[in-house]
């Protein structure tokens, strides 16, 4: 049965750090890309971070770069978001999905290298979520 499995949440001070676990049963991750998106009450769900199939390349929204690291076990067919440095505004529902391929959503307007912000039409299958609270 096709399913994608989030894990990691809870809460936590500013500062600290979370890794979240998406955990795909179904497909693999040589074949979809996947992305993590977060969703904070009262806003729009945003892109977060995108790994690839083919490559592994990554990606990641401004807002989390340098903080975040995203990371997949082909073994265990599980993907990785590492959180360090959280801040309050990190505090969200955070869901992984999954796409074939490639991460769509990966703008590069400023010419500082590719930002993710992620399609959310494009997204085949959608985990559950797990909330991420970041508050002292």
């Known amino acids: 049965q096709l399913q994608l499995v989030e894990s990691g949440g809870g809460l936590v001070q500013p500062g600290e750090s979370l890794r979240l676990s998406c955990a795909v049963f179904?497909?693999?991750?040589?074949?979809?890309?996947i992305g993590w998106f977060r969703q904070a009450p009262g806003k729009e769900r945003e892109g977060v971070s995108c790994?690839?199939?083919?490559?592994?390349?990554?990606y990641y929204a401004n807002s989390v770069k340098g903080r975040f690291t995203i990371s997949r076990d082909n073994a265990k067919n599980t993907v990785y978001l590492q959180m360090n440095s959280l801040k309050p505004e990190d505090t969200a529902v955070y869901y992984c999905?999954?796409?074939?391929?490639?991460?769509?959503?990966?703008?590069?307007?400023?010419?500082?290298?590719?930002?993710?912000?992620?399609?959310?039409?494009?997204?085949?299958?959608w985990g559950k979520g797990t909330l991420v609270t970041v508050s002292s």
């Open positions: 179904g497909l693999t991750l040589d074949t979809y890309a």
């Open positions: 999905a999954a796409e074939q391929l490639t991460c769509s959503g990966v703008y590069d307007d400023s010419g500082d290298g590719p930002v993710f912000r992620g399609n959310y039409y494009a997204m085949d299958y």
């Open positions: 790994i690839s199939s083919s490559d592994g390349s990554t």
